[in-house]
């Protein structure tokens, strides 16, 4: 149990283009979706946290007009970056929690975004 | 964000125990701590939590210190498939994980 799936797992997209990136759990509803980024040899670096059927709540330094979270389901969240440019690569993982603050988070498998 | 302190390396002995410790003074009183690793490209696996006691399931052990300020991580024979980043996390509020740097555990043959 508690699957939580990405798709797609990699993209390569121009410069200017905006990547859709979804993120969906398979076996239980999310109550709370979170979208990380990792850099290579980095650590995971929390963008934003969204409960269903509301708006997303960015960390700081994070542009919300650039990375626009949609979690309009309790099995599905969506991250759209728009205007990519060559920055914006990296490794993007959600992570879905079921519950309360009780609960863990269970992680997707990654989407590798590639910006040329 | 909760600070976490756990070493940059360790190595272990394929099928020896593994004590990977973690110093997290400044989590909240309801809080749990958490347990992930991460392999190369891939997201991170949960592999325990828990609040005061001690905790156990199929993967690992989770010893959790009388103050909850430390924890320690067993994993009861380590094998190759078992080398990888560990992270402890305690969440900011209950809520949000702010990724440290985590322990990345060598296994040898």
């Known amino acids: 149990g508690a699957v939580v799936s990405q798709h797609p797992s990699r993209v390569i997209c121009k410069s200017g283009t905006s990547v859709k990136i979804e993120c969906r759990s398979l076996d239980f509803q999310a109550t709370t979706m979170f979208w990380y980024r990792q850099f290579p040899k980095q650590s995971l670096m929390l963008m934003a946290t969204s409960n269903e059927g509301s708006k997303a709540t960015y960390e700081q330094g994070v542009e919300k007009d650039k990375f626009l979270i949609n979690h309009a389901s309790l099995t599905l969240s969506t991250l759209t970056v728009t205007s990519a440019h060559p920055e914006d690569s990296s490794f993007y993982i959600c992570?879905?929690?079921?519950?309360?603050?009780?609960?863990?988070?269970?992680f997707g498998p990654g989407t590798r975004l590639l910006v040329l | 964000d909760a600070k976490t302190t756990q070493p940059n390396s360790m190595e272990s002995n394929e099928e020896e125990p593994v004590h990977l410790p973690c110093n997290h003074s400044?989590?909240?009183?309801?809080?749990?701590i958490h347990w992930y690793r991460q392999l190369p490209s891939q997201g991170p696996e949960y592999v325990i939590h828990g609040l005061t006691s001690n905790v156990n399931n199929r993967m690992a052990s989770l010893a959790i210190a009388e103050d909850r300020k430390s924890s320690t991580l067993i994993l009861h024979r380590a094998t190759l498939r078992d080398a990888a980043v560990y992270y402890c996390?305690?969440?900011?509020?209950?809520?949000?994980?702010?990724f440290g740097t985590g322990t990345s555990l060598t296994v040898i043959p």
């Open positions: 996390i305690p969440p900011w509020f209950g809520n949000q994980f702010y």
């Open positions: 992570s879905a929690r079921s519950g309360g603050y009780q609960e863990t988070q269970y």
């Open positions: 400044t989590i909240s009183g309801t809080d749990y």
